[in-house]
């Protein structure tokens, strides 16, 4: 027994520096991924810091590591990168050694950016949705403005006209790019009326200190030039001569023009301006490239009430946005349900035996109307118009979704661009959002929640 004594005691202190040096170098791989986290995110956001930790965790899958961080930075959004990149680090390692804690994974976003030449078309589509929401804003600033009463107004716009002309003129005199805001003359002109600095701060100027408005912009930038060209047309419609011509007398009594209130004012306003566009939209934007810049021109003299208008009657305007509201809304109301479409028409015979009900439940063909239902839902409660059943889009996402679960293909987004391209209808874009689960009974359902909670996916959905 005493000479085992010595063999214990070595048995146990080697055991014990075998855990001491396990632990130690468990410390040092995390103190290693830290450094490497803290070097190479500390100038990054949260998609370079996910990017590494997806290298570091492999195992883990990417899309689940990205919404990781990205909860983390909801909730601690005032935490520095290197805070982030801490905190991420934490809870993925804590992921990590207790285990896969979600049964559904998720590929990356794919989308048609994926293919490699994006058509020429396409990005003049996108530019102009852009250039036209750009107008409506401006539109709006604009019906603000002519909201004022006549006198302020007029003064208002045409001392807007002298200072952005005076930029134009010589755009690098600082007298010029700077405004004190305690200027008599431009407090009791354009600084008492929020209308006109908004106006001015869509055309680039900027308050600092609260004492002085700084032009930063450029007169060359867009912003600048249609505030510039609509305030200079504004300037024109409000000229004596035209403001004669185009306003008949107001008589009085109950056969006069009624006083319109500023609220309706500006309602006809933003009519006018949109009236111009709906006229002929298409030579509208073809003026608008020839002229070089997005100006609205020449609509912002206020439109006057018929002959035969009725006091106290008010006009209803209606906008290319109020019809596709209405279309949208008429849609929602509309959505069929893609899944109980096929149970009656293939599986509204009573199930016979509990195989046979299970089946049904795990039929690919069911399992793909009620993803689809299920994101209509999810579009409807944001006020998005449902997506509509595809038998051609859908047998071609059925063909790579037979080849991912036989193993002749990865879970992946390969070849994505040769299943966009084999689409039979025309599109302006595409995207694909894959799932992959095991052992859940609502497939489809996990798959949709899946991909909500996914900030990419969501975006796509």
């Given amino acids: 027994m005493r000479a085992r004594q010595p063999v214990k005691a070595q048995m146990r202190n080697f055991d014990l520096r075998e855990e001491l040096k396990a632990t130690a170098d ?27 930790l997806a290298e570091m965790f492999p195992d883990i899958p990417a899309d689940t590591v990205e919404g990781a961080v990205s909860q983390l930075f909801r909730r601690n959004a005032d935490c520095s990168r290197q805070q982030l990149a801490d905190m991420s680090l934490a809870a993925l390692l804590e992921m990590a050694s207790t285990g896969p804690q979600a049964v559904t994974s998720f590929e990356p976003v794919c989308t048609s950016d994926c293919v490699e030449n994006e058509t020429e078309a396409n990005r003049q589509v996108r530019q102009v949705v852009v250039e036209e929401e750009e107008e409506e804003d401006l539109d709006a600033l604009l019906a603000d403005l002519f909201g004022l009463p006549d006198n302020e107004m007029k003064v208002c716009v045409k001392t807007l006209c002298g200072i952005l002309s005076r930029i134009v003129e010589k755009p690098s005199e600082p007298k010029f790019r700077e405004l004190r805001k ?49 305030l200079h047309d504004a300037g024109e419609a409000l000229s004596p001569k035209v403001a004669q011509a185009s306003r008949p007398p107001v008589q009085a009594g109950t056969g006069g023009y009624p006083t319109l209130s500023r609220t309706d004012a500006r309602r006809q306003h933003i009519a006018a301006l949109t009236e111009m566009r709906l006229k002929d939209p298409r030579g509208f934007q073809e003026a608008r490239k ?78 793909a109307r009620q993803a689809l239902d299920g994101t209509n839902r999810y579009r409807a409660s944001k006020g998005l118009p449902p997506l509509r059943w595809n038998d051609g889009i859908a047998r ?31 599109y302006q874009s595409a995207a694909e959002n894959l799932a992959l689960n095991n052992g859940i009974a609502d497939v489809a359902g996990a798959a949709v929640k899946g991909w909500i909670n996914s900030p990419g996916h969501e975006k796509r959905l």
Avoid: W
Avoid at 185 to 208: I, K, N, T, W
Avoid at 317 to 342: C, Q
Avoid at 406 to 425: C, L
């Fill in 182 to 230: 305690g200027n008599a003359r431009f407090a009791a002109e354009v600084g008492c009326h929020p209308q006109a600095l908004a106006l001015m701060s869509y055309a680039g100027f900027e308050e600092d200190a609260g004492a002085v408005l700084i032009f930063r912009g450029d007169p060359n930038q867009e912003p600048f030039k249609r505030v510039f060209e609509a």
């Fill in 290 to 367: 020839n002229r070089g810049n997005r100006g609205v021109g020449g609509a912002f003299a206020r439109p006057a009430s018929p002959a035969g208008a009725v006091p106290g009657r008010r006009a209803q305007h209606f906008t290319l946005n109020d019809l596709e509201k209405m279309r949208v809304e008429e849609e929602i109301a509309g959505m069929p349900s893609y899944a109980d479409e096929y149970r009656l028409s293939h599986q509204s015979a009573p199930a016979t035996s509990y195989s046979t009900l299970v089946a049904r439940s795990y039929d690919p063909e069911l399992i």
């Fill in 26 to 52: 468990r410390r040092k791989q995390t103190q290693e991924r830290s450094a490497i986290i803290g070097r190479k995110t500390t100038t990054g956001g949260v998609a370079d810091i996910a990017a590494q």
């Fill in 396 to 426: 071609i996402a059925r063909e790579h979704a037979e080849q991912m679960a036989s193993g002749a293909a990865p879970f992946s987004h390969d070849g994505v661009d040769q299943r966009f391209r084999a689409y039979p209808v025309a």
